[in-house]
């Protein structure tokens, strides 16, 4: 099993920043691939990047140039960089880690929330106000 656990969430104002960071423990060895997901009320869960164990990073077409994925000193740790935020960013943000590198690709994103070899956070809360 691998515990994810996020932390960073917070309210601000449009075109504010935030850092959201994602701190992984147990059977860490099996994972190569970690992202960040989000889901808004009312809507699906979406991908917003990932970043796989060679540290080849995919990020949200739509959230590019505002978005980054890093590590944070281990591989097991995730950052998630967020600046020029909009009102339409709000939402629950989740860790993930996977143990199959397909979740990398934006391709399978769609499939990740139902797939039983992959580790969800309990998520962290963005609000952003106009």
């Known amino acids: 099993q691998v515990q994810l656990v996020e932390s960073g969430g917070g309210s601000v104002q449009a075109g504010g920043s935030l850092r959201l960071s994602c701190a992984s423990s147990g059977y860490t060895d099996s994972i190569t691939c970690m992202g960040w997901f989000r889901q808004a009320p009312g809507k699906e869960r979406e991908g917003v990047g990932t970043?796989?164990?060679?540290?080849?990073?995919t990020i949200n077409y739509f959230m590019k140039g505002r978005f980054n994925i890093s590590r944070h000193n281990t591989e097991n740790s995730l950052i998630l960089q967020m600046v020029s935020l909009e009102p339409e960013d709000t939402g629950m943000y989740y860790c993930?880690?996977?143990?199959?590198?397909?979740?990398?690709?934006?391709?399978?994103?769609?499939?990740?929330?139902?797939?039983?070899?992959?580790?969800w956070g309990q998520g962290t809360q963005v609000t952003v106000s106009s």
């Open positions: 993930m880690a996977a143990k199959d590198r397909k979740f990398c690709y934006s391709a399978w994103w769609e499939l990740a929330a139902g797939h039983d070899s992959v580790y």
């Open positions: 970043i796989a164990r060679d540290g080849t990073t």
